[in-house]
């Protein structure tokens, strides 16, 4: 069987249907009523930071990151991660997180958070938040809700209400 090469690019528009179906398969419909899906709908996410899989010009894997508030304080949402069930166990989740991290890191982020399992993003960097420390538009299981410090301390003195930065800006200029 022909084998085509697996590659890695950032995030282009022209990838959006592929990705929108990548992340059906993996979450449903059930999405859109997660606590992310309903920040990350209040703007766009960042291209730059944002990431793909593709095997022969085919999107297999894509993670994106999302620009948010909490409380008064910037931070990267990442997420949603997901990789094409025939494609998982390969690495390429591991691979697109790094991507994504590196570029925040480089670009010279603070903080990223997301709302996951603990034991396949603290390789990462990531750890629980404390309960009740970043309210979210609806419930999250507070083992879920993680942080990467990109820089030492970067989450102390943090709190309140995640927003998609591009709502939580027009609120403050109201
Ligand atoms: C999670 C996901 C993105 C991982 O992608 P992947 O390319 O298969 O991951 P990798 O190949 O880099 O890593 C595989 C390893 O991660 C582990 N892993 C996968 N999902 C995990 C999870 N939810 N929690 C803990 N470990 C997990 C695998 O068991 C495997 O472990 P091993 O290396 O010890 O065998 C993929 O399984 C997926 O799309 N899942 C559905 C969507 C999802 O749950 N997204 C993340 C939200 S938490």
């Given at each position: 069987?022909?084998?085509?090469?697996?590659?890695?690019?950032?995030?282009?528009?022209?990838?959006?249907?592929?990705?929108?179906?990548?992340?059906?398969?993996?979450?449903?419909?059930?999405?859109?009523?997660?606590?992310?899906?309903?920040?990350?709908?209040?703007?766009?996410?960042?291209?730059?930071?944002?990431?793909?899989?593709?095997?022969?010009?085919?999107?297999?894997?894509?993670?994106?990151?999302?620009?948010?508030?909490i409380?008064?304080t910037p931070a990267l949402?990442l997420?949603?991660?997901?990789?094409?069930?025939?494609?998982?166990?390969?690495?390429?989740?591991?691979?697109?997180?790094?991507?994504?991290m590196?570029?925040a890191r480089?670009?010279g982020h603070r903080l990223v958070v997301l709302?996951?399992?603990?034991?396949?993003y603290e390789?990462f960097g990531f750890s629980k938040v404390e309960?009740?420390q970043i309210?979210?538009?609806?419930?999250?299981?507070?083992?879920?809700m993680l942080a990467c410090e990109l820089v030492p301390q970067a989450l102390e003195n943090v709190?309140?209400?995640?927003?998609?930065?591009?709502?939580?800006?027009?609120?403050?200029?109201?």
């Amino acid at each position: 069987m022909l084998q085509l090469e697996l590659t890695y690019a950032q995030e282009d528009p022209a990838h959006d249907p592929e990705i929108e179906a990548i992340n059906a398969e993996a979450f449903g419909p059930g999405r859109f009523t997660r606590a992310a899906y309903r920040i990350r709908e209040g703007g766009a996410h960042d291209r730059a930071l944002s990431f793909v899989a593709l095997q022969g010009g085919i999107v297999v894997g894509s993670v994106r990151m999302t620009h948010v508030v909490i409380g008064t304080t910037p931070a990267l949402l990442l997420g949603p991660l997901a990789v094409r069930p025939e494609w998982k166990n390969r690495g390429i989740g591991r691979a697109l997180m790094r991507m994504a991290m590196d570029a925040a890191r480089l670009a010279g982020h603070r903080l990223v958070v997301l709302v996951g399992d603990a034991p396949y993003y603290e390789p990462f960097g990531f750890s629980k938040v404390e309960p009740g420390q970043i309210s979210m538009p609806a419930p999250v299981d507070p083992n879920r809700m993680l942080a990467c410090e990109l820089v030492p301390q970067a989450l102390e003195n943090v709190s309140g209400v995640m927003r998609h930065a591009a709502r939580a800006w027009t609120a403050f200029l109201k």
